[in-house]
């Protein structure tokens, strides 16, 4: 599938809402199921991530029903409930599903396989599974190109108390982090992780949520300690907020189109994630937000662009951390704002779907950008006049399809994004979404 994308005919405009915010999506799954009983789901995006999730739970036997269409109702089977699994685990093109439940599956008392599609067997895992078996699991990769480094299928052979550890991780990266989190409720003594920058603090929100004993003893630091654990979780029911990555697509769109106003209702605001928020602002963006309240843990609230003149910013460091997911659609950004932007410290970008740091600065040279990549990043000059009559490619990565279709709307003549069946992933609906705010996009 493809989408054509035309300039629209007038601003954009209207209020939409957007696909639960699957990071938490996972987690919530992941927790209720290990809870005391019964808890609902509410919010899920739809999107074919969390449904790995969900798949990977059912066969390590938990009982999970539809209650609507963004609710599920999860039985839970207690903190030593899970079963082996009577096959590998499929996590389709979810790498948060593979490393969160290789976490999970380091406790568990028996060993199961974890494998992906084409794109997720060449994600890197040694960062995951390295400090999981100093814990005490034992997990074999398939061997890369890279020495050292192990890409799934995963087997993960667990093991009940898990050791503690002090691990000092060379990436911030929340997914890292999040497995070590899982992995320490099973483990004998605490489990402290060190990041040289904060991740996504989800995982640590909703244990605490939980009672857990979770601490946060300086920035990029947090210790979960087991020996406080009764090692029961209760069952309670989480409310997934409006995911902030992929209202960030409906925001650029609202800011670059001109005469625009576009509000997103209902997204997740938690400060690891407000990155692309600060960024855009920096590059002079008028955004709002208002009616925000807290949700499960996690502050939530609505989100208004209007239509800006844009200029270029540097982002690096924590900035690039807590923006990193939003980089691609920041690039279209960058294209339309005056001045070269510098995007540093964002190497995370290539062991994605796709190598989005390479893949963005190729569709925007399609577009007549000019654009360098950076070992760890990129720099874009603008403000280009985007070309139209082109055909770009998503590079079977959803968000590099996405970033292409709004920058089709500031095109000077229509476009066409192929392979963009991705989208489903994160983002259902996507096209329908731009198209409620008057965007002229059409999926073919």
Request: proline share 7%.
């Amino acid at each position: 599938m493809s989408y054509r994308v035309r300039p629209p005919a007038r601003p954009l405009a209207g209020a939409v809402t957007v696909p639960g915010d699957k990071s938490i999506g996972h987690r919530a799954l992941i927790l209720a199921a290990l809870g005391d009983g019964r808890a609902r789901v509410s919010g899920l995006g739809g999107g074919q991530d969390n449904q790995r999730t969900v798949d990977a739970l059912t066969a390590l036997g938990v009982a999970i029903t539809p209650a609507g269409p963004d609710a599920l109702v999860i039985d839970g089977v207690g903190w030593g409930g899970l079963t082996a699994p009577a096959q590998p685990i499929d996590c389709g093109n979810s790498g948060t599903s593979m490393r969160l439940l290789a976490g999970l599956l380091a406790g568990q008392p028996f060993s199961s396989t974890l494998d992906g599609d084409r794109s997720l067997r060449g994600r890197p895992m040694a960062r995951v599974c390295g400090p999981l078996s100093a814990m005490g699991a034992r997990i074999e990769g398939a061997p890369g190109a890279r020495p050292g480094e192990i890409y799934p299928p995963l087997c993960v052979a667990g093991r009940r108390p898990l050791l503690g550890i002090d691990y000092a991780s060379p990436i911030a990266s929340a997914q890292v982090k999040s497995a070590l989190l899982l992995a320490g409720l099973y483990a004998q003594a605490p489990v402290r992780v060190r990041e040289p920058a904060p991740s996504r603090d989800h995982t640590e929100r909703m244990l605490r949520a939980l009672g857990v004993p979770v601490s946060v003893p300086a920035p990029g630091e947090v210790v979960l300690d087991p020996t406080g654990f009764s090692r029961r979780l209760p069952a309670r029911d989480w409310q997934v907020p409006g995911d902030l990555s992929s209202a960030a697509f409906l925001l650029v769109a609202g800011l670059l189109v001109p005469g625009s106003q576009v509000t997103v209702r209902g997204v997740g605001l938690n400060p690891t994630r407000t990155g692309v928020l600060d960024a855009l602002r920096a590059m002079g963006a008028d955004l709002r937000t208002s009616s925000v309240r807290e949700e499960g843990g996690e502050p939530v609230g609505d989100v208004t662009a209007r239509a800006s003149a844009l200029h270029a910013t540097t982002l690096a460091g924590t900035l690039s951390v807590r923006a990193l997911d939003e980089i691609p659609i920041l690039a279209v950004a960058a294209a339309c704002a005056s001045g070269t932007t510098v995007v540093r410290d964002a190497v995370e970008l290539r062991v994605k779907e796709s190598d989005r740091i390479s893949q963005i600065v190729k569709e925007l040279a399609r577009l007549g950008v000019r654009a360098r990549e950076l070992s760890d990043g990129l720099e874009i000059d603008g403000p280009a006049r985007l070309a139209g009559g082109v055909t770009l490619k998503s590079g079977g990565d959803h968000r590099i399809a996405m970033a292409c279709a709004v920058a089709g709307l500031v095109a000077r003549a229509p476009i066409e994004i192929a392979d963009v069946d991705n989208v489903a992933t994160s983002f259902p609906g996507f096209e329908s979404s731009l198209a409620a705010l008057g965007a002229d996009i059409l999926k073919q």
